[in-house]
């Protein structure tokens, strides 16, 4: 099972990494935590929805974009705040 995920190059250190396949593409979900002081910068990757993935554990490479997201809190912003966020990704065609 990966412990990590790369988006565009941004390590990403994952729990509960899920792979299969939708309609032919690729799909990996994952859990990860992210801190106050790493907020800004993952959600601003996030928001990009395009994405170079790679898990090096999986042998895994491919384009994709988000399918679907959730986060256990809105507001990061205060100071040793620490959120869950679920991510899955879909290769794109």
């Not at 995920?5 to 935590?33: A, Y």
């Amino acid at each position: 099972m990966a412990n990590s995920v790369f988006l565009n190059d941004t390590k990403i250190m994952v729990r509960d990494f899920q792979q299969t396949t939708v309609n032919g593409r690729r799909q990996i979900s994952f859990l990860f935590q992210v801190e106050h002081k790493d907020y800004h910068d993952i959600t601003t990757l996030l928001y990009k929805n395009d994405f170079d993935v790679k898990v090096p554990e999986e042998k895994l490479s491919f384009r994709a974009s988000i399918s679907n997201y959730s986060t256990s809190v809105t507001n990061l912003y205060e100071e040793n705040a620490v959120g869950d966020f679920y991510l899955e990704l879909t290769e794109k065609e």
